[in-house]
């Protein structure tokens, strides 16, 4: 049984790390999805949130985190 | 030209993911070959390479009755967690401000588990071990097993990824049965920044392409989201550095 449940919890460690992170990332997805639906005349508008939303996420969270670390 | 470069791209991928995975497995491998020897140590390590087995005969199959759509949009945001996860941990590594994966204390963390473990269980102490080398093989294994399954997602790729995870598990299980050591001087940050940036560069691309985003440049465009992020990940090395510490990668 404790196996199984480090297995679980190492299944689930491949994908979230910083919990925050993992919402942000679902978050642009979820953006990127919605503005496909609603402008579906410029498809690279979803293309340009998903990509730069991410990127954008990735430099957020690593200035929080140097910061959460330093203080 | 954009087929090729997908399938390079894959296999690279998937060779580098798999070479960081294969040594962290090793090294707890070989804590258990050093305390108990290789007879546990190898059983529990061929146990989880059955259970992987079985696992990819049990699923692999139901993944072809997902819509591709669906596959690629649910395959894309697990490769973009994992990927932006790992980038994250070796921006953050490379700035100085958690400090860097190390295999020898790794194996020395792992040695010294399993000599308590063996102080309270005596008895069953070729079991715990067999049983560590087992979860190792299995939990590392397993991101083996997502890398390559998402790495393959259009057609023609499940060979080049895969080759490439083969390879790297051959040459790390190789060079540990010469060296017999933990394999620390394998860069791991780096090697960890430079999968991060690829599997990051794939999920955005799939993702997109599960929302029904069409790409300029088609399968070309993964190698331009692998410049770009590389760029931003290198520049976010330089935002996360505390003063007085050397940039790595």
Redesign the interface.
Known sequence: MNTLGAALRGLVGLFVDDGALALEIVAVVALAGISKTLIPDVPLAAGAILLFGCLGVLLANVRRSRTHHIT | MGSLAHAGTAMTAAFLASLVEAVEALTIVLAVATLRGWRPAGLGALAGLMLLVLIVLAFGPLLDRVPLHLLQLAIG??L???G??W???S??RS?G??PLHDEAMAFATGTAELREQARRHEARLDWLAA?AS??AV??EG??VV?IVIALSTSPGLLVPASAGALAACLLVAGMGFVVQRPLARVPENTLKFAVGVML?AF??FW??EG??????GADLAIVA?AA??LA??R??VV??R?PGTTVLP
């Open positions: 945001i697990l973009l967690l994992f932006m996860r980038l994250r941990k921006i953050l700035g401000v958690i049983l087992f979860k299995l939990l397993l991101e997502f990051a999920g955005i993702t997109g929302l029904g985003v069409a790409w300029p989201f770009l992020f931003v990940a520049g976010a935002l996360a505390r």
